[in-house]
């Protein structure tokens, strides 16, 4: 027999239909000696369900509940502590005089502490802490993102980035530290407060630390326009030599820190338009990274680009045309998708892949059959039209009211390209409006019918 099966069934039971005053009431267990850790547990759940319903919680209240928690840190097991840092941060919200707990997420942040006790307790001590107070624990935040544990350095790095925007000159400060957790060096600054008294300690080289340190230092930089070419520069092979990269030629292992690197490109392009061929290069070099999200990030910023040619789309429309014959649809959606946007303006350009998209027609994923079929009649001659209308007829009862409104829109696009297939059109669209839907597709689909009457003759 499954006793923990039933437990969890029980747990999950006892969250429904909770009354707030019986769960306020229930809490002086936290006042109890021993502290009773599956108890409390699901009292602080029952807690946390509370609050996330919405159930308001006077301050007084809030405070006192707030101060009960904090007893429990004498308790050293591992699913209670997660549970009581997750509490104190939503009660620190509402509670007065939170800062008192600082003591106790500063012991948890001690060298001989578990991880998950140290990753957490950066969390909430960087929710709690007011911003006025931030310098006193500054030291504290600056070792843990150069700790060499990922787990510390990402709680370090993440929290800095909520925190940029209530302490903006203080987070600024750390630049230097992000700098070399972005590129896994290790910074000489005497004993690190986390990792003993080895001053050159080598940084965290996990991916998801580079990912989460690009973030904080594109925040930290975002208003240095030379400052964020650089950093797009640096990680690219142009700008090796930069001393703001510190001329290591630090490279990204993180395929998410690349897509990042991508979107900045594109803003650095958009606020100075003199930059564009410079940068136009490194995406036509990221269109051809090993990464396919990379790869289809930067094939699809370089199809949003304002003014762009069909010459220069012309990389990026074989990349997407490639990645319509992967085996994963996830890569399948996010091509078509974008070449789908690219039609509007030019069709031209999607065209070669026309025969691909064909094959996409039968896909079974209709998402991507939708978008396949909507492409096309873009791209299309007006000799298959009633061909991709009747397909198109064929799953529109399987597909969502989102996908829906983009058939509308696309088939209100190609009353004025092909008036001569006006009949076509008119019922098609008289059809779905039969068919359930919501509002906005059926919105969609009335204003098409208006738009076709207004100008085919």
Not at 86 to 107: A, F
Not at 308 to 316: E, N, R, Y
Not at 351 to 369: F, H, K, W, Y
Request: charged share 20%.
């Amino acid at each position: 027999m499954n006793f923990k099966k039933d437990e969890d069934t029980d747990e999950l039971g006892a969250l429904m239909n909770l009354d707030h005053s019986a769960v306020l009431q229930e809490a002086r267990i936290f006042n109890q000696t021993p502290i009773r850790p599956r108890h409390s547990r699901l009292l602080l759940a029952k807690i946390l369900f509370l609050l996330y319903r919405g159930d308001s919680m006077p301050t007084t209240e809030a405070t006192n509940l707030f101060f009960s928690i904090t007893k429990l840190f004498q308790c050293k097991d591992m699913s209670l502590r997660q549970m009581v840092y997750l509490t104190i941060k939503e009660l620190s919200t509402i509670s007065e005089d939170v800062i008192m707990v600082t003591s106790s997420l500063m012991k948890d942040m001690q060298p001989k502490s578990e991880i998950t006790y140290r990753a957490n307790a950066i969390r909430a001590l960087c929710k709690i802490v007011d911003p006025s107070m931030l310098p006193g624990i500054e030291r504290f935040i600056k070792s843990a993102i150069v700790e060499k544990t990922p787990a510390i350095a990402s709680a370090a790095l993440v929290s800095s980035l909520h925190l940029f925007g209530e302490a903006k000159d203080v987070v600024r400060r750390w630049a230097n530290e992000v700098n070399e957790a972005l590129n896994g060096k290790a910074i000489s600054q005497g004993p690190s407060f986390f990792g003993g008294s080895n001053p050159n300690q080598a940084v965290s080289t996990s991916n998801i630390v580079q990912y989460h340190a690009i973030g904080l230092l594109y925040a930290i930089r975002q208003h240095d326009r030379m400052a964020v070419l650089k950093l797009v520069q640096g990680f690219s092979g142009q700008n090796k030599s930069s001393s703001w990269m510190g001329g290591s030629g630090a490279t990204l292992r993180s395929n998410m820190a690349y897509v990042m690197l991508v979107r900045y490109a594109v803003r650095v392009m958009e606020n100075d338009p003199s930059l564009v061929p410079q940068l136009h290069v490194l995406l036509e070099e990221w269109i051809r990274h090993r990464s396919d999200m990379v790869s289809l990030e930067a094939a699809r910023a370089m199809c949003q680009l304002r003014d762009v040619t069909a010459k220069q789309l012309t990389g990026a429309v074989n990349a997407l045309q490639v990645f319509l014959s992967s085996p994963r649809p996830t890569v399948r959606f996010a091509a078509i998708r974008t070449l789908n946007t690219l039609a509007r303006t030019h069709p031209e350009a999607v065209q070669p892949c026309n025969v691909d998209m064909e094959g996409l027609i039968t896909d079974s994923n209709r998402s991507v059959a939708t978008f396949a079929i909507t492409t096309l009649l873009k791209t299309g001659n007006e000799a298959s039209v009633d061909r991709l209308m009747k397909q198109m007829q064929g799953f529109m009862t399987e597909i969502s009211d989102e996908f829906k409104t983009i058939v509308a829109e696309a088939v209100r696009s190609l009353c004025r390209k092909f008036p001569g297939k006006h009949s076509v059109f008119l019922a098609f669209l008289s059809g779905v409006l039969r068919d359930e839907g919501g509002y906005d597709f059926k919105r969609s689909a009335i204003e098409a019918i208006v738009d076709l009457a207004k100008h085919v003759p």
